[in-house]
């Protein structure tokens, strides 16, 4: 299965459609969770457009956050539940969807190129397991779109 950018010819919804697909191929036979985490970040920073950062960041304990698989530049390493996107999305265990990172109370400068951020918790039976964290260095980057199949992502790679 090849993974270049050029594969992705289809509408927006096709081409997610596809990244679900290759995700799929990507973690059926595996079993570790950050090996998979590894190639969906990769998986990922291949396919989406005008992004600067996209990776995982994993609970550990009842409310911090801590740097899991990513492709881009060294990131923040811990962030607490309640701060930040990351933080916020992980609090109330949904999406959180940023068109100008600077607008947003407490927003953590990991990067300071990031201008739009998309963060989708990672639930699994009812606790929230991790983000998925999404920068890009253009505003208003992330849309509806990007939400639905972005949780379906999350959904494919929790279910395996």
């Known amino acids: 299965m090849m993974f270049q950018v050029e ?20 973690i059926a036979d595996e079993p570790n969770f950050i090996a998979n985490l590894s190639n969906a970040s ?22 911090m956050l801590v740097l899991g698989p990513f492709q881009g530049l ?10 930040g ?13 940023v068109a100008d990172v600077h607008a947003f109370p ?7 190129a990031s201008q739009s951020e998309i963060v989708v918790p990672m639930v699994k039976d009812g606790k929230v397991i991790g ?4 920068d890009s260095p253009i505003k208003d980057r992330f849309d509806e779109v990007d939400r639905t199949y972005l949780e379906k992502f999350v959904e494919v790679l929790l279910a395996n």
């Open 74 to 83: 060294p990131a923040c390493v811990r962030i607490p539940f309640g701060r």
């Open 85 to 97: 996107v990351c933080g916020t999305a992980a609090a109330n265990a949904k999406t959180e969807l």
């Open 131 to 134: 983000v998925l964290d999404i």
């Open 106 to 112: 407490g927003h953590i400068a990991c990067d300071a």
């Open 42 to 63: 990769a998986l990922l920073n291949v396919f989406l457009k005008e992004i600067n950062w996209v990776g995982f960041y994993l609970t550990e304990g009842e409310s």
């Open 7 to 26: 594969n992705y010819k289809g509408t927006r919804e096709e081409n997610y459609e596809l990244v679900i697909k290759q995700l799929q191929a990507l």
